[in-house]
């Protein structure tokens, strides 16, 4: 089945959407970007964009942190990629990608006096954690300091480092990385959040630790506060304590919520899906889907009935 992409100010094939060999985010990383999940039920004939506002206002928020003026608000956006994913009309799980991004074809490092742009489009795709539970390294490559680069932003041009450690945990026989902050805290996966439960306690890296604050870590959070009476607490990790922990896992749009069964060879409990993650997961995956109705407002219907 074909897909399309919003490019431009249209609706238009996705073949077509082509940006120029001199455009600057393409040299410079000069782009901020989300990833949207659509989850298609099979009950209800329908596929459910999950969180799409709260999506669609970091996107904004990071691209005026990049000094961009988009001509869309977060309202409109959503929308927009309504409509998108309606004519696209896959019929399956979706991932949507929008991205703003400095347009102008021009060279030279800088953020002023340049144009900017959003694209969006779809494409189907599934699980990208493909398992059970994953096998986690702990990383050589630091995620940046603040100061450094905003690590609260989906910053374009950020994301090398996350690919430094992805290949390098790849190529280390792993599945995942896990990135340390510069003083040796722990702060995130390569692409998602972290969580450990540690004496019976849910417990995961503030938002001072150089992690992105995520839309599906403050869905996991929400979840286990309202429906396992579990709060979450949000401090600094050692890193001895990934080796002690009862279980652990990962969020993120992406990546759902994967346990982990191992962390640098280390078994992690019983090395197998623990009680606390397997409720939480359930629970996600009951949302994400439109199956529970407490939490339809996350949920925004592609195909109208």
């Not at 999506?55 to 927009?80: D, N, T, W």
């Not at 019929?91 to 990608?97: L, S």
């Not at 992105?212 to 429906?227: C, F, P």
Request: with cysteine; proline share 5%; aromatic share 10%.
């Amino acid at each position: 089945m074909p897909s399309f992409a919003f490019f431009k100010g249209e609706i238009v094939p996705i073949e077509e959407a082509k940006v120029g060999v001199m455009t600057h985010a393409l040299h410079y990383g000069t782009a901020v970007f989300e990833g949207i999940r659509g989850n298609w039920n099979e009950e209800a004939k329908q596929v459910y964009l999950f969180r799409l506002q709260e999506h669609f206002q970091r996107l904004l928020g990071g691209a005026a942190v990049l000094k961009m003026k988009p001509r869309y608000s977060a309202a409109e956006l959503c929308g927009i990629t309504v409509e998108l994913a309606n004519k696209c009309g896959f019929k399956e799980d979706i991932y949507i990608r929008p991205l703003a991004y400095k347009s102008s074809e021009a060279m030279g490092v800088r953020l002023h006096n340049l144009d900017d742009d959003i694209l969006i489009f779809v494409i189907p795709w599934g699980a990208y954690l493909d398992m059970e539970s994953a096998r986690c390294g702990v990383s050589s490559w630091h995620r940046p300091a603040d100061n450094t680069l905003p690590t609260s932003v989906k910053i374009a041009g950020t994301y090398v480092n996350n690919a430094f450690a992805k290949t390098s945990a790849i190529e280390n026989g792993f599945d995942e990385a896990i990135m340390l902050t510069p003083d040796g805290h722990v702060a995130e996966g390569s692409g998602e959040n972290i969580f450990l439960v540690l004496e019976g306690k849910l417990v995961t890296p503030p938002a001072y630790n150089n992690i992105l604050v995520g839309i599906t870590r403050d869905t996991i959070i929400t979840l286990a506060r309202e429906q396992l009476g579990l709060e979450t607490v949000e401090r600094p990790i050692d890193r001895v304590e990934l080796y002690r922990a009862q279980e652990c896992f990962l969020t993120g749009t992406a990546a759902h919520l994967t346990p982990v069964s191992e962390i640098d060879k280390y078994k992690i409990g019983e090395a197998e899906v623990g009680p606390i993650t397997r409720k939480l997961q359930a629970l996600y995956f009951d949302c994400i889907r439109g199956r529970h109705r407490s939490y339809m407002q996350w949920c925004t219907p592609v195909f109208s009935k």
